[in-house]
T-cell receptor, first 112, second 112 residues
Framework: DAEITQSPRHKITETGRQVTLACHQT?????MFWYRQDLGHGLRLIHY???????NKGEVSDGYSVSRSNTEDLPLTLESAASSQTSVYFC???????????FGPGTRLTVL | QKEVEQDPGPLSVPEGAIVSLNCTYS??????FMWYRQYSRKGPELLMY????GNKEDGRFTAQVDKSSKYISLFIRDSQPSDSATYLC????????????FGKGTSLLVTP
């Protein structure tokens, strides 16, 4: 069955370190999204991509970057992790026209 | 003011009750409306998807959209303890492959 996976599921890191969260989908969807979810804020869009080599900033993109070298993967990089980036991160994908977004299981990141 | 407002709850109801969950929005361009269900420590999963105004029914779930009032609702009939979760509304002005605007979610507890 087609699916969307995220790794790692849990990560603890230190302030200032670079961290990369992986997202992989097997639906061959063009559109992929990264969100963070925090108490009191709900889901907020970080970055999104509408296809290979396309990336766009979302509502809370500062301190994050993404790259899209193939259809299946959209890794999210925290260049220099900060305690404010402690959160649960969700990846989602969508086929586009008439389709909605399907979410991965999430990565719980703690920055100490 | 956020574009999408949703009461966070928590909402507690006895098993078998009818549950009403609501969201209001300010952007009159929104045309695509979704409800996601999120269990604890899991990713959001799509529950209902409607386009423009009107009702949509799926088993015990009914989604209503009133664009004139900028108000959407999700009704759950004969609620079950397994319905205990956080319910997120989401909406978009364009085809749903694009970035969604989420409410903060309403926490629902159905007690046996």
């Amino acid at each position: 069955d087609a699916e969307i996976t995220q790794s790692p599921r849990h990560k603890i890191t230190e302030t200032g370190r670079q961290v990369t969260l992986a997202c992989h989908q097997t639906w061959n969807h063009n559109n992929m999204f990264w969100y963070r979810q925090d108490l009191g804020h709900g889901l907020r869009l970080i970055h999104y991509s509408y296809g290979v080599q396309d990336t766009n900033k979302g509502e809370v993109s500062d301190g994050y970057s993404v790259s899209r070298s193939n259809t299946e993967d959209l890794p999210l990089t925290l260049e220099s992790a900060a305690s404010s980036q402690t959160s649960v991160y969700f990846c989602a994908s969508s086929g586009g026209e008439g389709d909605t977004q399907y979410f991965g299981p999430g990565t719980r990141l703690t920055v100490l | 003011q956020k574009e999408v407002e949703q009461d966070p709850g928590p909402l507690s109801v006895p098993e078998g009750a009818i549950v009403s969950l609501n969201c209001t929005y300010s952007n009159s361009a929104f045309q695509y409306f979704m409800w996601y269900r999120q269990y604890s420590r899991k990713g959001p999963e799509l529950l209902m998807y409607t386009y423009s105004s009107g009702n949509k029914e799926d088993g015990r779930f009914t989604a209503q959209v009133d664009k004139s009032s900028k108000y959407i609702s999700l009704f759950i009939r004969d609620s079950q303890p397994s319905d205990s979760a956080t319910y997120l509304c989401a909406m978009s002005a364009t085809v749903s492959g694009y970035a969604l605007n989420f409410g903060k979610g309403t926490s629902l507890l159905v007690t046996p």
